[in-house]
């Protein structure tokens, strides 16, 4: 069965740095565009970055743009996202997803596949 398996968060310093990694089986990785959302406490899932299958073309929330990367290492069936910069605002559960898009009908992101998650925090 289809897995994605995030790992790379834990606690941080504001202004510290972290890498989460999100390693896909059970699919044709390749195949497909990968994002990266988060969900703080009270809040809306939300999309921070995507990547295209080639990783060619990305995509990054205001919120993160300069300071956050989403790459791809297709051989490895790896998707990654450097955070620097880190602001206690960025505190949340964060979520890789394979092939999101946005669903008009629910209003919110979908996606084939979902990691379980892993929680970063930020503290001031």
């Known amino acids: 069965q289809v897995q994605l398996v995030e790992s790379g968060g834990g606690l941080v310093q504001a202004g510290g740095s972290l890498r989460l990694s999100c390693t896909a089986s059970g699919l044709t990785f390749s195949s497909y565009a990968m994002g990266w959302f988060r969900q703080a406490p009270g809040k809306e899932r939300e999309r921070i970055a995507t990547?295209?299958?080639?990783?060619?073309?990305?995509y990054y929330a205001d919120s993160v743009k300069g300071r956050f990367t989403i790459s791809r290492d297709n051989a490895k069936n790896t998707v990654y996202l450097q955070m620097n910069s880190l602001k206690p605002e960025d505190t949340a559960v964060y979520y890789c997803?394979?092939?999101?898009?946005?669903?008009?009908?629910?209003?919110?992101?979908?996606?084939?596949?979902w990691g379980q998650g892993t929680q970063v925090t930020v503290s001031s």
């Open positions: 990547l295209s299958e080639s990783g060619g073309s990305s």
């Open positions: 997803a394979a092939r999101p898009i946005y669903s008009a009908s629910s209003q919110r992101y979908e996606a084939d596949y």
